[in-house]
């Protein structure tokens, strides 16, 4: 089982920064384990969309066009941890963000955290 605790979220102003963090932990994961680590978020109303992904042996990453140059993905395998900077944040970037992990054999995200709020004012 694997455990992901977000954080860093928060209130900013358009044009601003900020950076998330997801910590893993559990029985199965280790700075060895053959995960993919991602990032989501849902807006009110709207559908979980997929922002990036990172690969957390190897670190191979994918974005979402939508977030392509904005937005980068980092881990700390020592620490168990993956990152998502935010940067030019605008108000659609409000949401609420979501940590995800999978097996690098599956297609399928099934380990969630509980989501941190970002909202992002004009």
């Known amino acids: 089982q694997v455990q992901l605790v977000e954080s860093g979220g928060g209130l900013v102003q358009a044009g601003g920064s900020l950076r998330l963090s997801c910590a893993a932990s559990g029985r199965t994961f280790s700075r060895y384990s053959r995960y993919v680590m991602a990032w989501f978020r849902q807006a009110p109303g709207k559908e979980r969309e997929f922002l990036a992904s990172?690969?957390?042996?190897?670190?191979?990453?994918d974005f979402a066009d939508s977030v392509k140059g904005r937005f980068s993905i980092s881990r700390d395998n020592a620490a168990n941890t993956v990152f998502l900077q935010m940067n030019s944040l605008k108000p659609e970037d409000t949401a609420v963000y979501y940590c995800?992990?999978?097996?690098?054999?599956?297609?399928?995200?099934?380990?969630w955290g509980q989501g941190t709020q970002v909202t992002v004012s004009s």
């Open positions: 995800a992990a999978r097996s690098d054999s599956l297609r399928n995200y099934v380990h």
């Open positions: 990172i690969s957390w042996i190897g670190g191979s990453t």
